[in-house]
Nanobody
Framework: QVQLVESGGGSVQAGGSLRLSCSAS????????MGWFRQAPGKKREEVAI????????YYADSVKGRFTASQVGGKNMLSLQMVSLKPEDTAMYYC????????????????WGQGTQVTVSS
């Protein structure tokens, strides 16, 4: 069974930085795409960033382009999200997700989800 565990959330003032990490285990192969999603109270869940080692597909939401960088660290089972120039509107629960299919992540229907880590940005 695939398990995803996020870490690195917290509280920061606007303009600050945070780095989220997602550790994955239980993969039977390493050809999984991974991504970050977020959901703020009262809002729909949205994709933030998606990475696929196979084919090199990458996606960033327009709202985070130039500020957030997703990367795979130490092999293909660890995904990080470096967030800089944080804004109050970035406040949300951030979830790591994974699926063999890039399309599943783009459509918001990946097979595996982490429990989430809270990011709070104060003005």
């Amino acid at each position: 069974q695939v398990q995803l565990v996020e870490s690195g959330g917290g509280s920061v003032q606007a303009g600050g930085s945070l780095r989220l990490s997602c550790s994955a285990s239980g993969y039977t192969n390493t050809r999984f795409c991974m991504g970050w999603f977020r959901q703020a109270p009262g809002k729909k869940r949205e994709e933030v960033a998606i990475l696929c080692p196979r084919g090199g597909s990458t996606y960033y939401a327009d709202s985070v382009k130039g500020r957030f960088t997703a990367s795979q660290v130490g092999g293909k089972n660890m995904l990080s999200l470096q967030m800089v120039s944080l804004k109050p509107e970035d406040t949300a629960m951030y979830y790591c997700a994974s699926d063999p299919s890039y399309q599943a992540l783009v459509e918001g229907t990946p097979s595996y989800w982490g429990q989430g880590t809270q990011v709070t940005v104060s003005s």
